[in-house]
T-cell receptor, first 114, second 108 residues
């Protein structure tokens, strides 16, 4: 009965490779997000989708491309991985109704680029 | 751009004593969230504060929001070891902006 799930949980790869992270939520939420948490625990939003439509696109290298096939899924594809991409990537989802906007976070994907 | 500042960034608590974490933010918002993150884990929602003067309590934790001062506090009463974690406040502007986190360690 996992609310927000991500795969894989761990990803170790070489510089220059292309990788994808998948996220699924079964909460019936309309909005999904990708966050990056760096080694100092700082959290920064990368993207947000509402009903499959991109609504937030922060200053992120265009090597990062989100895709939302439906409102329950938001995937993140990363091209030409760099050392600085090493971080924990969290997917989250929320309901747009006022009072219910708490974001629910997935378990995170720990990406290490060698 | 909305800036969110937490202090302190590190807090060593003694069991049984009371402490407060502060969260200041730079622009008007009436939606503030507190999250907890255990090492190597995800973020868990603690409180949602949606109006000026909002106060929420759960166990030894109490959060309050003063939108006029742009300040939220997370008060910890009689700290216990289980409260060791990193606590984040997050403020909703056009997107959710997080503070840097307060890493809490509770010692005997």
């Amino acid at each position: 009965d996992t609310a927000v799930s991500q795969t894989p949980k761990y990803l170790v790869t070489q510089m220059g490779n292309d990788k994808s992270i998948k996220c699924e939520q079964n909460l019936g939420h309309d909005t999904m997000y990708w966050y990056k948490q760096d080694s100092k625990k700082f959290l920064k939003i990368m993207f947000s989708y509402n009903n499959k439509e991109l609504i937030i696109n922060e200053t992120v290298p265009n090597r990062f491309s989100p895709k939302s096939p439906d409102k329950a899924h938001l995937n993140l594809h990363i091209n030409s991985l760099e050392l600085g991409d090493s971080a924990v990537y969290f997917c989250a989802s929320s309901h747009p109704q006022r009072g219910l906007e708490t974001q629910y976070f997935g378990p995170g994907t720990r990406l290490l680029v060698l | 751009e909305l800036k969110v500042e937490q202090n302190p960034l590190f807090l060593s608590m003694q069991e049984g004593k009371n402490y407060t974490i502060y969260c200041n933010y730079s622009t008007t918002s009436d939606r503030l969230y507190w999250y907890r993150q255990d090492p190597g884990k995800s973020l868990e929602s603690l409180f949602v504060l949606l109006s000026n003067g909002a106060v929420k309590q759960e166990g030894r934790l109490m959060a309050s929001l003063d939108t006029k001062a742009r300040l939220s506090t997370l008060h910890i009463t009689a700290a216990v070891h289980d409260l060791s974690a990193t606590y984040f406040c997050a403020v909703d502007g056009d997107k959710l902006s997080f503070g840097a986190g307060t890493t809490v360690t509770v010692r005997a």
